[in-house]
Nanobody
Framework: QVRLVESGGGLVQAGGSLRLSCAAS????????MAWFRQAPGKQRELVAA??????TNYAASVKGRFTISRDNANMLYLQMYSLEPEDTAVYYC???????????WGQGTQVTVSS
């Protein structure tokens, strides 16, 4: 059974930092592109950052320069977040897809709340 489990969310003041983790199990994700999405109340889910199996990354314009996505060889995915803003408040989801596929593996989400 494929599972993606996020952790590391919480409440932080504006300007602070958090590190999210995602533990993937049930298969080997080394060939998958993995990503972080977020969904704020009343808004659509949006892509925050993605990383391919080869390590290529892309970021939403709103987080570029503040967030860093990374992965290791143990099926772990990370999102280091710096200079957090109230606008970053959302539920953050870990997701995975095969090359050329769609994101069809999702975690349950972790809440990030940034206070002003």
């Amino acid at each position: 059974q494929v599972r993606l489990v996020e952790s590391g969310g919480g409440l932080v003041q504006a300007g602070g930092s958090l590190r999210l983790s995602c533990a993937a199990s049930g298969r080997t994700f080394s060939s998958y592109t993995m990503a972080w999405f977020r969904q704020a109340p009343g808004k659509q889910r949006e892509l925050v950052a993605a990383i391919t199996s080869g390590g290529s990354t892309n970021y939403a314009a709103s987080v570029k320069g503040r967030f860093t996505i990374s992965r290791d060889n143990a099926n772990m995915l990370y999102l280091q977040m710096y200079s957090l803003e109230p606008e970053d408040t959302a539920v953050y989801y870990c997701a995975a897809r095969r090359p050329q596929g769609i994101y069809d593996n999702w975690g349950q989400g972790t809440q990030v709340t940034v206070s002003s």
